[in-house]
């Protein structure tokens, strides 16, 4: 898709009564999201339990106007402002209910240990969650609200971060300026890249 195509997709903000519309969108784009299914790997519980950790990890968006959606909720973005964090509390209910190893809690308790060694100090923007549709992947709307994003992070003059939770997606993100930092990885969890985009 061209640069013409890009700007002709319209963004909206998402708001609090379209919320479910657009959390159904990412659980979906997450299904075969490979941290995502070694964190849920089993199905039903997955299906059952995606749409309140889309919430959790980024659903203060709605609250904030930085919710964004393209084609009818065929693409969608969760942005945090800064000083706007995740529902933890929340995310830690979930996965209590895991029912996991001890070998899996510790895994789990790596990963989050090292996600807060590389999270920016500093206020910034975060992307918890962008995902498309599987239906409509492959048309450009990432591109689009990835454009949209990193526009309002230039004009806020602060940098952005976010974890890259599939390797396949790094270069997409490397062409909107985000540059990795290094590897999340623990135990048996698969490749986890977070990645920052400096001020602007």
């Known amino acids: 898709m061209n640069n013409t195509q890009k ?32 964190s849920f790997t089993d199905p039903a519980f997955y299906l059952e339990t995606a749409p309140r950790f889309v919430r959790a990890f980024g659903g203060n968006a709605f609250e904030h106007g930085t919710a ?18 995740p529902n933890v509390g929340a995310m830690i209910g979930i996965f209590e209910k895991l029912g996991r190893t001890p070998e899996q809690e510790k895994d789990g308790e790596g990963i989050f ?13 975060y992307l ?32 952005a971060y976010l974890e890259s939770s599939n390797p396949g997606n790094v270069p997409f993100y ?4 985000f540059k990795a930092m290094g590897k999340i ?14 001020a602007r």
């Open 7 to 38: 700007k002709s997709t319209p963004v909206i903000s998402v708001g609090k009564a379209d919320e479910a519309k657009a959390i159904a969108t990412v659980a979906l784009a997450f299904a075969s999201d490979p941290m995502m299914r070694w």
């Open 113 to 125: 240990a090292q996600m807060e060694h590389f999270h920016p100090k500093e206020p910034h923007w």
């Open 185 to 198: 990885q623990q135990g048996s969890s698969p490749l986890l890249t977070p990645m920052l985009r400096q």
């Open 68 to 85: 964004d959606a393209v084609a009818d909720f065929a693409c969608v973005a969760l942005w945090l402002p800064p000083e706007v964090e």
């Open 174 to 177: 490397e062409r909107f300026g």
């Open 128 to 159: 918890p969650l962008i995902g498309a549709d599987p239906a409509h992947q492959g048309k450009g709307y990432g591109a689009a609200l990835m454009a949209h994003a990193v526009k309002r992070c230039d004009e806020s003059r602060l940098p």
